[in-house]
C-alpha cells in the first residue's frame, strides 16, 4: 500500500509563504508524475502545479510566478513553496502522485490534504 503524507499548511497573512511538503511510502517501483491540487468550499478540485519525473513543471496560471514545485527524487518528495500568498489562495491542498508498482501497474493516490489559510 501507498500512502502519500503531507505537511505544511497552515494560516499566513496575505502576502506571506508557506511551503508544503508531501511524501510517498510503501511499495514503489517509480512514481511520474507528482502534483498538487486544492479545493476551496463550493468549487471543483483544481491542478495548481506539477512536475515530472524528468523535472518539467507546469503551473495554473493563477499561481505562476508565485509558487514553485520542486522534488527530492531520492525521497520520494514533493514541495510546493508559495510565495505572495492572496485569500484566493485559501483552500485544502491535496498531493498526488502517479505511482507504478512492482508489476508496473499504474495508479493515481491522493495525500489527506492540508488546510491553507491567507486571512489578515
Known amino acids: 500500500q501507498v500512502q502519500l503524507v503531507e505537511s505544511g499548511g497552515g494560516l499566513v497573512q496575505p502576502g506571506g509563504s508557506l511551503r508544503l511538503s508531501c511524501t510517498a511510502s510503501?511499495?514503489?517501483?517509480?512514481?511520474?508524475?507528482m502534483g498538487w491540487y486544492r479545493q476551496a468550499p463550493g468549487k471543483e478540485r483544481e491542478l495548481v502545479a506539477a512536475?515530472?519525473?524528468?523535472?518539467?513543471?507546469n503551473y495554473a496560471a493563477s499561481v505562476k510566478g508565485r509558487f514553485a514545485i520542486s522534488r527530492d527524487y531520492t525521497k520520494n518528495t514533493v514541495y510546493l513553496q508559495m510565495n505572495s500568498l492572496k485569500p484566493e489562495d485559501t483552500a485544502v491542498y491535496y498531493c498526488?502522485?502517479?505511482?507504478?508498482?512492482?508489476?508496473?501497474?499504474?495508479?493515481?493516490?491522493w495525500g489527506q490534504g492540508t488546510q491553507v489559510t491567507v486571512s489578515s
Open positions: 498526488n502522485a502517479d505511482i507504478r508498482d512492482y508489476f508496473y501497474t499504474r495508479y493515481d493516490y
Open positions: 512536475v515530472t519525473s524528468g523535472g518539467s513543471t
Open positions: 510503501g511499495a514503489i517501483y517509480s512514481i511520474n508524475d
